[in-house]
């Protein structure tokens, strides 16, 4: 009907669960063909994060993740061993169950996908070169200087490098963005896919698939905050690319803690009331008589550190960049409908901040759009994953 068709998942794979995107390109536009998640936790950030690479003379060292472009000293912690999550036989196929059943469950008809990194699970600095004739010169002196970041061996890890704009043609030196990641998280990637029958077309950060899906080709400074399930992460976009991340053990179960010892019970009755305030709140937010002032109060544990990182971030890309602050602050990840919040943050900073539409360059029946709202910011990175080869 619509002519030669190609189709992917997104496959974002998150401490609150596992998320799923399917979309297929039609007269080349990216059309929803399918969707599902899962809402039971997960361990993947533990294996992403405390990976050692499975270098055995690394382990008495206790290497550690240095820090580079804003990573927290959360992430600045002592890896620990990922073979052991390989050698797990039961781990390999509690991840591989989940991937069948929610493509089973979601009828999926694509077997290519594109999966998720752990932001917490990847090395990311940006590093400064001499400007040399030569490629092979240039990739020898990155190595180098990267090396020198690495607490490891370099051929221990995937690298991938893209040189950033220079402001200026005249300029000796060029900014190169790095991403490392360990091969031995590579290959638990790579080990559940194939079982599960899927193909692993790549692996990419979260922070780039949420730039992609949310800011897009906007190339003015913004600045992106995902509030997942465990951690909320805080990036400066500038041109479709990350420069910036800082990072807090905070998110949608800070929450869940709060309400549960408020109103004294269990933690999932809890999320359950969490889940239904949110969504009366998405319902009729000009109508909610929730009492705001009251309600912050009562929530401060987990307002009060999101303000305070984003005041860092914003002055920390102010000072090392030499430029004005963002324009705009956009929000995702499944607490993001907080109440309130995106308000409070555009009255303290001055700056305009909203919820980010992922679907915004989807097609999909208008029918959907209901649904499809209340679950776009938990969504966000899996469409950009599906978004990656066809914008």
């Known amino acids: 009907m619509f002519g030669k068709s190609s189709s992917y998942l997104g496959i974002d ?9 399917e979309l ?3 007269k080349k536009r990216p059309v929803l063909f399918t969707y599902a998640f899962t809402e039971a936790p997960v361990d993947v950030h533990m294996i992403a994060a405390r990976s050692e690479l499975g270098v055995e003379e690394m382990a008495e060292k206790k290497p550690t993740m240095p820090l580079a472009t804003g990573q927290t000293s959360e992430q600045n912690k002592t890896l620990t061993n990922a073979d052991e999550a390989m050698e797990d036989p039961n781990r390999i196929e509690r991840y591989v169950a989940m991937l069948k059943a929610l493509c089973k469950k979601a009828r999926t008809h694509s077997k290519i996908a594109v999966a998720s990194l752990p932001v917490s699970g990847v090395f990311h600095a940006i590093v400064t070169l001499p400007i040399l004739q030569k490629k092979e010169e240039t990739d ?3 190595k180098a200087e990267v ?8 051929e221990d890890v995937v690298l991938d490098s893209q040189a950033l704009p220079n402001p200026s043609p005249d300029q000796k030196t060029e900014r190169v963005l790095v991403n490392a990641v360990p091969r031995a998280v590579v290959l638990f990637y790579t080990t559940i896919f194939k079982q599960a029958g899927l193909i692993l077309d790549s692996l990419e950060p979260e922070s780039i698939a949420l730039a992609r899906s ?5 190339a003015a400074p913004t600045m992106l905050i995902d509030i997942g399930a465990e951690r909320t992460n805080f990036f400066i976009i500038e041109q479709g690319i990350p420069l910036t991340h800082t990072s807090i053990e905070l998110g949608g179960s800070t929450v869940n803690d709060i309400l549960a010892k408020r109103l004294g019970v269990e933690v999932p009755l809890a999320q359950q009331i969490k889940k239904d305030l949110f969504l009366r709140f998405i319902k009729s937010p000009a109508g909610d008589t929730l009492n705001r002032e009251r309600f912050f109060e009562i929530f401060n544990p987990f307002v009060a550190p999101i303000i305070k990182e984003i005041d860092y971030t914003l002055e920390m890309y102010m000072r090392q960049n030499q430029t004005e602050r963002p ?3 956009i929000l995702s990840g499944g607490a993001s409908f907080f109440p309130y919040l995106s308000d409070s943050i555009a009255e303290i900073f001055k700056l305009k901040c909203y919820l980010g539409d992922p679907w915004g360059r989807v097609v999909y029946q208008d029918g959907l759009k209901p649904i499809l709202r209340t679950i776009a910011p938990r969504l966000s990175v899996a469409i950009g994953l599906a978004l990656r080869n066809m914008v």
């Open 214 to 218: 949310l800011v897009g080709r906007d």
């Open 140 to 142: 020898r002196v990155l």
């Open 327 to 329: 324009e705009k602050i």
């Open 147 to 154: 090396q020198k970041l690495l607490p490891f061996r370099l």
């Open 13 to 21: 794979i998150g401490a609150g669960g596992i998320k799923l995107v």
């Open 24 to 26: 297929h390109q039609q």
